[in-house]
């Protein structure tokens, strides 16, 4: 599979799990806005601007808005193209990348990623967002569903498709692993939280919520919403298909489909970070992490996830690759030994 | 449906002289009456959604936002009878297998010129000559591998080649695509009627690059090279790469070794042995052609010079599209095959020659003026249209550079009832089939129509607001 291929399938498959978080995020944050009384200003931009943080983009978002107002944030996040990663740029992205790779994926695919490209390109988006902002997510979260669907169920399960595993895998790590970072202000720095109070669960069955982890979590649980538990749930569990150890360990079977290396080995740093990454996954438990501190860990769990990230970009797209200026020398330099090569044995030859 | 439609003037593919249908419309006439013009309609928007869904669009140059574009599609069809098609298929392997055996002769041993057929003054003095290639074999001996020949007919219905297209003509993608769509839309007329598929192009395209595969490659990695998403054909270099089933590379995805290309993949590099290359000379190899390109493969000459890998079509063949040498096609049609030419050119001058420049100069407004290597409606001069500046203007340009120029009496194209808004109406089409040379000769019966939607333009490329129509070859003659 051409190089260039595999990395156009790793970010289609990244941008559309890209899109669909953000939505989902901004989405429950309106909805959780519903529930708290009492909200100035100041208290609203408490909720907003950890959102912003969260998709990593504070500085970008300043330079464009001036406070961390509902309307700055969510136009950022949603619409702004001029943020790389708000839904609409996500977008554009995904559709950008797959179609470099038009001949890989199919119509099926392409016809929907197409069409949900049209849509968040037209006045009719800005339409139905205006109408119902929860309609119009709605739409993304679904579109992207949608996608993901036609990606496991309509293309042909080889090397590329993998790639696009490990793209989609990596991004939903990384995002739940921020939507779990959202409240980390209300938290102590090290240490479980000792008294949860209303709006705590609140919030917290936001970032449930915002990882469409609701009805799972619940299944488990039952009503009892605490950030241990929850965090023991996005972080730890085994089996919920948004959780980080349930992504990595997903995310290190495609390394080794792609490589043909057995589980316990590794024949790249991708897979070595990997196997690392999902053995201490395996083998922690929520109260060390707490004790630790959760906003750390979290911070350094995003690291490492950019290392695997970094360390597959290396073995499998970026091959030591001159410029174009330097490979033009290398031929010449070949052409022209070879050509006193070809004069020599004419010369051998007489 | 068509009740209404009437003949505006010239030559109408659908009604004869007498405004009666020609036979070979009369089924698809009947079939089409019987539609409401609420079921037309729908028809008609699910056509542009699935095509608007499916991306099948064409980039316009210099449009900032990146605008894709709707190739639009009339539901329309040109439809062909099985006897003026034989007639048209002959008349195009003929021009196919002089052209390269003309292009064989220029790059080998001259004769035609040395015969004083063509001036050798034409021939050294064009601008895609490669004197680079003399004495170079080319696989098998091809250098058009696909070729485009655009058609028009004139107002009495004669077929006449306006142009070859022998580098990289494109616009075969909307042939199979509107077939698609047509089907979709009226699956009981080609029950009905009879219409010879097109759908193998792609298995026949396969088949003719696989011939020209290195001598000693059992089964050969064959390639399409694209300039990039941003190319204006770039929905169909991915269509035909889908379609074959291979590999569509950009320039940065190879690299050459040891005269030898091969592409950057996951495992490491693998060997190429054919490239279906869509990225014009000039730009496919800057240590030999423009240096600034950054399209092309450094070295790709190189490979293709020692006989490493071939590409389709070969280096060189530019020349034929020079619209100087279109003038001297029937002269070589003679030459090599002793024949006389079955599809005739539009009546040509020579701005090169002492008394065509005259005629020339004299009749400017009634003529169409060509540069002789501008392509998709660009360099043109339409007289009959133009203001006396864009004349004035044509005149300085011809007379300061007369080997670059020819003209043409405007020729008033064939007119095809077309869906305009809110009724049907005559616009100008012109048909461009698609001419593959492998191992024999194919063409795909048919081609892609493209009509005018303007009113009154005789301009149908797509770049100028042009359109394109389903073109049915059918089996029979009515």
Redesign the interface.
Known sequence: ??????HSLYWMARYIERAENIARIVDVNLQLLLDIRNLDEKRLVAYWLPIVQATGDEEAFFKLHPHASGHAVTEFLVFQTENPNSIVSSICQAR?NA??V??QIT?EL??EL??LY?FVRTPTARQVWKDSPGDFFQQIKAASLHIIGLTYSTLIHN?GWW?AQVGKFIERADKTSRILDLRYKSIPEKGLPTAVNQTDVLEWSAILRSCSAWDAYKSIHGAEVSPRLVAEFLLLNEDFPRSIRFCIGELNVALRR?SGVAEDRFCNDAEKLAGRLVAELQFSTIDEIFEAGLHDYLDLLQMKFNNIGAAMFNT??F?P?ST?EE??M???E??QQ?SRADHSSRITHH | MLKDYKVNAGFDEMLDTKAGVRPHYDRFHRLFNALTPAEFEAKRQAVDTAFLRQGVTFNVYGDAAGAEKVFPFDLLPRIIPAKEWENLERGLAQRITALNLFLHDIYHDQKILKDGIIPEFYVLSARHFRREFVNFEVPKGIYIHVCGTDLIRDKDGNYLVLEDNGRCPSGVSYVLENRRAMKRAFPGMFENIGVRPVENYPQELLKSLKYIAPAGVADPTVVVLTPGAYNSAYFEHTYLARQMGIEIVEGRDLFVRDSRVFMRTTKGPQPVHVIYRRIDDDFIDPTVFRRDSMLGVPGLVHAYRAGNVSLANSIGTGLADDKVMYYFVPRMIKYYLDQEPILPNVPTYLANEEKDLKYILEHLPELVVKAANESGGYGMLMGPKASKEEIEKFRELIIADPRNYIAQPMIFLSQHPTFCGDEFDGRHVDLRPFILSGERTSIIPGGLTRVALRKGSLVVNSSQGGGSKDTWVLYGDE
Do not use: G, K
């Open positions: 599979m051409l190089s260039r291929v595999a950008e179609r470099m038009r001949d119509l392409w016809e197409n069409r049209w090397e790639f792609i499998y797209i091959q690759f174009l490979e033009i290398v031929q010449q070949e052409q070879q």
